[in-house]
């Protein structure tokens, strides 16, 4: 857990240097966004590994509705502080232009989709697990969702080598 943490905080400050414009906002987001990011993907594959372990106990269903829970709070704060994120790089005015004409924006709007599709995976499991005769059916869906969840985390990794976009007033 610690060199986790240690990454988040370290990239946090990394992304937001000094020069910028309220850096420490900025830092806060990130830190945020990346610590949601960590637990959602992190407790889910956790959470598969243990629902393998325990096959036919009830408990393992369980926790996986459990996660679930969690996991829709995580979605909440990684949608929150993603967009604040993007509207402090790119202003609202200037968003749907952006998206489209920057490689920062074309990625940025890859990784929504991505995201999109990942929440789409999250529900699809969620209603299998509380409507299916056999909530382990939620399984793959879940696995799909894990799978999706590094497609994003390969596309934020790209996010972060591109240069920002143009702050247009």
């Known amino acids: ?5 240690a990454v988040v905080v370290a990239e946090a400050l990394r992304a937001h240097p000094a020069t910028e ?13 990346l ?3 960590s637990l959602w993907a992190g407790g889910l594959l956790h959470a598969l590994r243990i629902l393998r372990r325990w096959r036919g ?3 393992g ?13 995580l979605l909440a704060a990684l949608t929150a502080t993603g967009v604040c994120s993007s509207l402090r790089r790119m202003p609202a005015a200037t968003v749907l232009d952006q998206l489209t004409t920057t490689a920062y924006g074309r990625a940025l709007l890859a990784k929504v989709v991505l995201v999109a599709v ?6 699809w499991a969620r209603i299998r697990l509380s409507r299916a005769a056999d909530p382990l059916t939620a399984y793959a869906p879940a696995r ?3 799978a999706a969840l590094g497609a994003v985390v390969v596309v934020s990794g790209l996010l972060t080598a591109l240069p920002l976009p143009i702050r247009w007033s």
């Open 1 to 5: 857990m610690w060199p986790l943490a």
């Open 57 to 59: 106990d009830a408990a």
């Open 21 to 33: 414009q309220s850096p420490l906002t900025g830092s806060g987001l990130t830190l945020v966004h």
């Open 144 to 146: 799909a969702e894990v």
């Open 118 to 123: 990942v929440a789409g995976f999250a529900l």
């Open 61 to 73: 269903p369980r926790l996986l509705g459990l996660y679930a829970r969690v996991a829709a709070v």
């Open 35 to 37: 610590t949601c990011a």
